[in-house]
Structures are given as structure tokens and as C-alpha cells.
């Protein structure tokens, strides 16, 4: 029988007695737990996480086997409450009650105790088959395995009809050729910092080809980098540096360091890297640095953080940079206020640069890149932060680039490019963008500089990290878990 002494007040005394109610009863509220543990998750979680508790590139998948700081519903509790500050991951004790949080462990998957105390192993993971013909409002495009069996792959690049370059994040330079994904990675690729955790953003990042390959040879890699020392929280320091090489007998020679940061910029955060690159017309190199999660610099003209940089590809300067002259600024900055551009692509038909970033809780953004502009993180933005309390009330400022388009709430955006081939040209000139966090390919319709129409085209097992137009006019899209590359062809036009 329960009982609750008469002197506690009679608001209190109705909450103590749900609570023991649920606690003698649990089966009839099961249901009702679940449901606000879901929409708390939602509402809290779910832009990191996953809608599905999939992962995004902010935070890991969340399940039995994926947990790396234990997976029990004690564990839970606390890193909800108590958070990881050295992964990034907020604490949520100030903003969550007690029954919240006990909501929230409800909702998510926990790793069952053995009697012994210790956490029983993780089972087995499992996919999907990649799926066959997908119908989208233009065309029905089949989707097929191009290549299988790579590790965390971030981007792609044809350096011929059959043969591809492909970088896995963990350092390691593929060929893949007529098809085939060759056994042995490029030897003497440059040494990258890429740590274990999880949700380190770091590693080989963008490959991409000179625009004279043909004659020259010359492939540009951007990659973590790290230098002796540690940050006061003793991890290593690290930067985005860009370098290029050529590839001999399977071997990556002639390397020469185009981009190298000053050694007090290098940070010890895991996070916002970017590193995407594309050239334009005239053959000058852009590349972009996150802003490493020392946000306030992202406006500095001095830093090399939160930036979009220029070279030309020998690693020289453009004479008509737009911070070349100005005193205690970089001269590579071509533009600035970026949180983290991990896509980017220039459309020679048009002469635009367009980029892709991730914004905070919210606020992802597509930018026209132009010279000299500031696009205001994080002074602006149409993002949140993720523990739910307000980054900045500011979503315009006098002298700051409004994005051309943004998502709110994020789909974690990623690679961006621009469909020019033969095999779909309804969607010629159209961007193709990917989203991290519900693993889905984007196709966004554009007049001139707005976009029109957006839609869906598929949703992969893996995080997609680059959408690319191969010289057959297929779209490839590579993905990290499952490493794959997908082949999206023409199966059938639909009739208008």
C-alpha cells in the first residue's frame, strides 16, 4: 500500500505519488515514456544523432555497439546530464529534469548488464541491401554498388574514363579502376592525424585533380595535420593543410606543401576541418578551413580559421586576392564568417562558386561565394545551439551575405556539386547536395541565384559525403558506413 505523509504539500504530494504509482506499475506508462523520450530526443538530440538515431557528421550513431563511453542506462544518465566536453557533446543537466532525462535513457537502446556487472558485447550490425530503381519526379534512375568494401570513404575524383581516385578519412588513397577497387592503397601518402574517436572530423579529406592533369600529373589532397605538442587539454594540435603530389608504380611522389597554417593556429579540437576544394576557370585553387570550434575567429581576416582560401597551384598568391594588401590580414583569405563549408564546387558554365556548410542546431547554408565577403558566423545565423539556448538573436547584420538557402532544422550538409552530363539533362545546371544526418541526395533547382524547388532524391545506408558527375554522366555518391560508392544511372524518363 503506498502512503505519503500528510505534511507535504498537496501539489507535491500528487508528483510523489505518480512516481510511486509508475514505480509499482511501470507496464501502463511504458507507452507514455517512450513517447516523450522520443519527442525529447527530437526536440534535444536528433540534429546530432540522427531522426533515427543514425549519426550525422556532428555525433555518432547511437546503439548498443556504437557506444564508446559505456552503453548502460546508468551510462546514459549521466553523459546526458553531465555531457562529454572533450567530445563536444553539451550537458543537458540544467536544461533536463530528472523525469526528462529518465525519459530520454527510456528512448534510446542500452547495453544489457551481465551478472558479473560488466556490459554484455554489442550484436552484430547489419544493412540493407542497396536499393535497385528509385523513382524521382523527373526520371526513374537506377542505383547501383559501384565499389565496396572501402573504410570511411569523404570524396571522389575521375582522373580518367575507368580509373578513380578515391580518399578514405583514416589516410588512405584508393584507385579504382574499370570498376575494380584495387587491393593496395597509394604508398607514402601523407601522414595524417586522424584520432579514434568517433566523432573526429579529421583525416585524408578532399582529392582533387590540376586542371592541366592530363599533362601535368599534379593531384591536390587536403588533410589533418599535426605538429608536436599538446593544447592545455593534452590532445594533439592540429590544422587543415593542403598539399599535391603525383602518383608513380602505385607511389605518391613529388609532394610540395601548398598551404601549411602558422603553428599558433593549430588547435586541439577534433571538429571543423572542411577541406573541400575546387578550382575555377583560370586555374586558382580554392579550399576551405573550418572554423576549428574557435568560432569567434571564423571573422578574422587574420586567422586561417572559419575561411574560404585562394592559391594558385604551385601554392603562390593571386595578385587580386581581396585581403592581399590589407595590413595583419591573410593573404589567402578570398572570404570569411564560416562555420564549417565541408562542400564546394565551381561551376565553369557559370562562373559561380557555390558552398555548402554546417550550421549549428539549425541553420545549415548554401552560399555564393564572392570575393572579400562575409557570411557572419557567428555573429548571424539561422542555427541554435545544441543544448537548445540561443547562439545570437541575429539572423542579418549590416555588411554580412545572407545564404542563398538554408535548412532548418539541419540535414547536416555536406558535399555540393553541379549536375553537367548527358544521361539526366532535365536536371542539367541544377546542384546536387547531401545531408549527413538523414543520408539523403538533394536535388536543388535554381534560377539564377535562388533555389526554387528542392527534392529528395535517395536515402543511403551511409552518411553521404560527396555527390560527383563522372564522365559518363552518372552521379556517384560515396558514403562512409558502409564505405560504398553508389552509381545513380538513367533507367527510364518519366513521361510530362
Not at 568560432?295 to 598568391?317: C, F, V
Request: overall charge negative.
Amino acid at each position: 500500500m503506498l502512503t505519503i505523509p500528510l505534511f507535504i504539500p498537496l501539489v507535491i504530494r500528487g508528483a510523489l505519488a505518480a512516481i510511486l504509482l509508475a514505480a509499482a506499475f511501470p507496464a501502463p506508462g511504458q507507452g507514455q515514456t517512450q513517447a516523450q523520450g522520443e519527442a525529447l530526443f527530437q526536440r534535444n538530440c536528433a540534429s546530432c544523432h540522427g531522426a533515427d538515431r543514425q549519426g550525422t557528421g556532428l555525433g555518432p550513431p547511437l546503439s548498443a555497439q556504437t557506444y564508446r563511453y559505456g552503453g548502460t542506462r546508468g551510462d546514459l544518465a549521466r553523459i546526458i546530464r553531465n555531457g562529454i566536453p572533450s567530445q563536444g557533446m553539451p550537458a543537458f543537466g540544467q536544461q533536463l529534469g530528472a523525469a526528462e532525462v529518465e525519459a530520454l535513457v527510456a528512448f534510446l537502446p542500452a547495453r544489457e548488464s551481465t551478472q558479473s556487472g560488466e556490459e554484455a558485447p554489442p550484436p552484430e550490425r547489419s544493412f540493407d541491401p542497396v536499393p535497385g530503381v528509385v523513382e524521382t519526379l523527373d526520371y526513374a534512375v537506377r542505383t547501383e554498388l559501384f565499389a565496396d568494401g572501402l573504410q570511411t570513404v569523404w570524396a571522389m575524383a575521375f582522373i580518367g574514363a575507368r580509373t578513380a581516385l578515391v580518399s578514405e578519412r583514416t589516410g588512405r588513397l584508393r584507385i579504382i579502376r574499370d570498376g575494380v577497387l584495387q587491393p593496395q592503397p597509394v604508398s607514402a601518402t601523407p601522414v595524417v592525424y586522424v584520432s579514434s574517436h568517433r566523432w573526429n572530423q579529421g583525416g585524408l579529406l578532399d582529392v582533387a585533380l590540376d586542371p592541366d592533369y592530363a599533362d601535368n600529373g599534379w593531384i591536390y589532397l587536403s588533410h589533418s595535420h599535426r605538429i608536436p605538442g599538446t593544447g592545455p587539454e593534452g590532445q594533439p594540435l592540429a590544422m587543415l593543410r593542403v598539399v599535391r603530389g603525383r602518383i608513380r608504380d602505385n607511389t605518391w611522389v613529388d609532394e610540395e606543401v601548398l598551404f601549411q597554417a602558422a603553428p599558433e593556429t593549430y588547435g586541439e579540437p577534433f571538429w571543423h576541418y572542411a577541406g573541400r576544394m575546387a578550382f575555377d576557370n583560370e586555374g586558382r585553387l580554392y579550399f576551405s578551413v573550418g572554423d576549428r570550434c574557435v568560432q569567434e575567429l571564423a571573422r578574422e581576416p587574420g586567422r586561417p580559421t572559419g575561411k574560404i582560401h585562394r592559391i594558385m597551384p604551385d601554392g603562390s598568391i593571386p595578385a587580386d586576392n581581396p585581403f592581399c594588401n590589407r595590413d595583419g590580414a591573410l593573404p589567402t583569405v578570398y572570404s570569411l564568417g564560416h562555420r564549417n563549408p565541408q562542400g564546394m564546387v565551381f561551376d565553369a558554365e557559370s562562373g559561380r562558386l557555390w558552398s555548402t556548410e554546417h550550421g549549428p542546431r539549425g541553420g545549415d547554408e548554401l552560399n555564393l561565394v564572392r570575393a572579400g565577403a562575409d557570411y557572419g558566423w557567428p555573429v548571424t545565423t539561422y542555427g541554435i545551439n545544441y543544448n537548445g539556448t540561443v547562439l545570437t538573436p541575429h539572423t542579418r547584420a549590416p555588411g554580412v551575405t545572407q545564404p542563398v538557402h538554408y535548412w532548418r532544422p539541419s540535414i547536416g550538409v555536406s558535399g555540393v556539386t553541379v549536375y553537367r552530363g548527358s544521361q539526366f539533362p532535365l536536371w542539367e545546371g541544377k546542384l546536387l547536395v547531401t545531408g549527413l544526418g538523414a543520408r539523403e541526395l538533394r536535388l536543388l533547382t535554381l534560377d539564377g541565384d535562388r533555389v526554387l524547388h528542392e527534392e529528395t532524391l535517395l536515402r543511403t545506408q551511409g552518411r553521404p559525403y560527396e555527390p560527383v558527375v563522372g564522365p559518363d554522366g552518372a552521379i556517384y555518391l560515396v558514403t562512409d558506413d558502409p564505405g560504398q560508392i553508389l552509381r545513380l544511372g538513367i533507367e527510364e524518363e518519366r513521361r510530362r
